[in-house]
């Protein structure tokens, strides 16, 4: 089977390449590199194209042959989607659509989409079902629900199969330590408490002390990157077996709150984490947490990684070696 991973050297994107090194699949990818780096590519076949060109992508396609096409490619900062909204319809739903009608076109109908729990919005109840309603709360979110309607839509039009995966909080770095999380800006708790231990960062903000959770911070659905790119074997697999669209979470099951992650930074790299308390932010739930119970039951998937201890020490393996460099 011949893949195409799109968005293949950003952070999920990279961890899912280093995956397929373990089986015998074809594997090529395309990316624009606006936040992923070139030497995540790992010696595969790398097309470096904007999905915006999709006279561009059209040709890639038609002329490569994929089977199935994996999508990683989307802005995921949900302040800056507040701020430059144009910036998140173009890249996360414009340029979606262009791939997806440049398969429509050539015939390749299997899909799987990064989607997000940010789809959900305030969650209505705790643990968050796949049944639950899309009601996001960011233009972030946003994208996502419009880019899985539009799946629907597909479907129906021209028969695509797709797996749509609701990633909770991505985190951790792959266990060899030679890839890991960086975006630029960095804007996820885990990474910037981590630069806090290393001195690239003087204090960490904790946005709203006074929510209804156990210790007043926020509470969050940590999965391991590496559990992540599991799920995306598993549900590409029961795609290409059963030629069934279906829709996963992908999370934990358990929540852990931001002082919690402070707490375990602390105790792992022996250093004291200054914390400064500001203001809840605009669209951050109390709590949010993944009914995996799908997911675990139709794919038999079981995430090995995602416990707080392995999600922080692999992410401060990682982060030493970004220090460094």
Known sequence: MKILVVGGVGYIGSHMLKRFKETNYEIEILDNLSSGQKENAQNYKLYVCDLLDKQTVYKILSEQNYDLVMHFAASINVEESYKNPKKYQQNNVINTINLLECMKDLKINKFIFSSSAAVYGEPEHI??????????????????????????????????????????????????????????????????????????????????????????????????????????????????NTNKSQVFNIGNSKGFSVKQIIQMTKEITKVDIPVKILARRKGDPAQLIADNKKITNILNWNPKYSDLETIVKTAWNWEKKLKIQ
Request: glycine content about 6%.
């Open 127 to 240: 643990p968050v079902t796949e049944l639950h309603p899309f009601n996001p709360v960011n233009p972030y979110g946003d994208t996502k629900a419009e880019v899985e309607n539009a799946l629907k839509s597909y479907e129906e039009s021209c028969d695509l199969k797709y797996m749509s995966l609701r990633y909770f909080n991505a985190c951790g770095a792959h266990l060899d330590g030679s890839i890991g999380e960086m975006h630029k800006p960095e804007t996820h708790l885990i990474p910037l408490v981590l630069q806090v231990a290393s001195g690239r960062k003087k204090h960490i903000e904790i946005f709203g002390d006074d929510y209804p959770t156990q210790d007043g911070t926020c509470v969050r659905d940590y999965v391991h990157v590496m559990d992540i790119v599991e799920a995306h074997m598993l549900a590409m697999e029961n795609l290409v």
